[in-house]
């Protein structure tokens, strides 16, 4: 990236301003509400829960459903949650740790923005596209439309992939495969649907960029930083990979039926004019969402084209590329790649590609501003004000029907709403496959026909005695989960799930001293070392890279 010089420093203190001015109504009105506010805010609490009891991170999340235990935080990606773990930490207060949190995602979103249209305008004009992204109608709604909290997060990571992408493409600097790597990893442990929608938007956004001469070099980069960033963050996806089974949200209930179903959630497919009342996915909104990017993006894209000297018309013609593709794969059009990329599914709602959309945008705004401004001091000024009055469309659409029409939670009320939030019952696609949302109602830690004492009940390890009496099975207050073993006067001992999820643990005739003990599969461990040790190794070839010294090699 540029140096930080004087001149840059003032256009990064703006857009914390600006950051700051778009946060500002959650300090006034209070957090968003949202069907997923909840879940939200119980994973952020099992994180800070952890971190206060010396555990950098909850594989079995305890407190959870009254006490029986949680795994959404082994599948959901949880770097947006440790923001708001460690603003509660500092705080000791959720509403003003989401404000800071909300802060930090906006400010980074928008220094991320900045730097990525560096690489194709001027300082001024970058900071017009880092404002505009801010207040892009999406990444608005995001926010303050639907509280996709996580994916708000992932939009803040999402430029700087990009920025790093553009640098390896059209630049030689080593540092950027790492730069890549890193920015990437992290995405995926901030937001899955996201990452794979950026994947793929990568492979489209290459396509377009490579030639003939520079194929090979490249496509080294990319193969090393790809391998680079599946490392770094194999303690994401290996546990996906080899335990999503067991998760409810990988049924076909909460993937592809009803809400969830890709099919239902095309824009511009006008389902809704049979009614606003019959459009229960709010398409109408979201195609009012893209209609308003289109209008402030579109102009700029095309005095960009225009003016821009031809190394930045190549440039921006793969961007080009990549925004008629999204724009193809948010609509109908593409149903038969749907139907055909499994993975592709997984994403659930095509209009989340709003976001490369919104990203592509700010670009086509920052490569024509300079040349907007031109027109300010000519007879075209007439132009310049068009031009400026797109961009208040943009911004006056998004305050006035995204951030004043949000449904608001006062910060009284969302301190009461948080309360013990961590030990609620998750929403049910976080459950277990065995479990249901009864499960946690029976109280009781041990329940068995025989007398029982309990010696230690912490949150991965527990043991309790049985009297001798019948053959039976003990009932814990604790969901099954493969992961859970048991053990009586010493030996191994058969676990299973009950009718309703809770964990069985068969009981002899005789005296039991039972134990239990979370135990995670050596894989997530070795993925765990892998990933730290590719995150530390990446970070400090970044750094060793920019230096001066190396480049002077």
């Known amino acids: 990236m540029k140096s930080v010089n004087n001149k840059n420093l003032v256009y990064l203190s703006g857009i914390v301003l600006c950051a700051a001015l778009f946060v500002l109504p959650v300090w006034f009105y209070g957090v968003p509400r949202s069907n997923d506010l909840n879940q939200h805010y119980q994973f952020a609490a099992s994180i800070e829960d952890s971190l206060r009891n010396g555990s950098l991170y909850p594989n079995w999340a305890a407190q959870e459903n009254e006490g029986y235990g949680g795994i959404g935080l082994r599948f959901y990606p949880p770097v947006a949650y440790y923001v708001l773990a460690f603003g509660k930490i500092l705080t000791n207060d959720w509403f003003t740790a989401s404000c800071l949190a909300f802060l930090f995602w906006t400010m980074l979103a928008g220094f991320g923005v900045f730097w990525l249209a560096r690489e194709f305008s001027s300082a001024k004009a970058s900071f017009a596209g880092a404002v505009m992204y801010i207040f892009a109608p999406y990444h608005a709604t995001e926010l303050y439309g639907s509280f996709m909290y996580a994916e708000f997060a992932a939009a803040a990571i999402l430029p700087f992939c990009f920025l790093f992408l553009t640098r390896i493409l059209h630049k030689n600097d080593r540092s950027d495969i790492f730069g890549f790597a890193i920015s990437l990893a992290i995405l995926i442990y ?17 396509l377009f960029s490579l030639k003939r001469e520079t194929f ?98 190549k440039m921006l013609k793969n961007v080009s590329a990549l925004a008629i593709f999204t724009v193809f794969i948010l609509t109908p059009l593409s149903l038969f790649v749907w139907n ?44 310049f004000l068009i031009l ?10 998004s305050i006035n029907q995204v951030i004043r029409q949000a449904l608001f939670i006062p910060p009284n009320e969302f301190t009461n709403l948080t309360a013990n939030i961590i030990s609620r019952p998750n929403n049910e696609e976080w459950l277990t496959i065995w479990a249901n949302k009864d499960t ?18 912490k949150p991965t390890a527990k043991s309790f005695r049985v009297a001798s009496g019948n053959e039976d099975f003990a009932r814990i207050s604790q969901f099954y989960y493969p992961f859970w073993y048991a053990k009586i006067n010493g030996a191994d001992a058969e676990t299973k799930p009950a009718d309703d999820g809770a964990l069985l643990v068969k009981i002899p005739q005789n ?43």
């Open 340 to 383: 055909n990329v499994s993975i592709l599914q997984k994403v659930q709602f095509p209009w989340r590609w709003l976001s490369i959309f919104s990203v592509c945008a700010v670009i086509f705004v920052s490569a024509g501003f300079d040349h907007a401004l031109e027109f300010a001091k000519t007879k075209k000024r007439p132009l």
């Open 440 to 457: 946690s109602k029976i109280k009781e830690n041990v329940r068995i026909t025989r007398n029982s004492d309990i010696f230690e009940w």
């Open 216 to 313: 090979l070099p490249i496509s080294k980069k990319l193969s090393f930083a790809f391998l680079l960033c599946l490392l770094a963050s194999s303690f994401q996806w290996v546990k996906v990979v080899s335990e999503m089974k067991w998760l409810k949200h990988a049924t076909e209930k909460f993937s592809a039926t009803d809400f969830y179903d890709y099919r239902e959630n095309f824009l511009l497919s006008f389902k809704y004019l049979a009614g606003l009342d019959a459009d229960i996915h709010h398409l109408w909104f979201f195609d009012l969402l893209f209609a308003v990017t289109l209008v402030f993006a579109v102009p700029f894209a095309i005095i960009a084209f225009r003016y821009a000297d031809a190394e930045k018309k």
């Open 190 to 206: 901030t937001h899955l649907p996201l990452s794979v929608i950026a994947c793929l938007s990568f492979a489209v956004y290459v």
């Open 511 to 553: 005296e039991a001293n039972v134990s239990l003990e979370f135990i995670e599969p050596p894989g997530t461990k070795i993925s765990l070392i892998v990933s730290l040790l590719t995150f530390i190794i990446s970070f400090f070839l970044y750094f060793w890279t920019k230096s001066k010294f190396t480049k002077s090699l």
């Open 388 to 397: 400026c009055g797109f961009l208040f469309i943009g911004i006056a659409f």
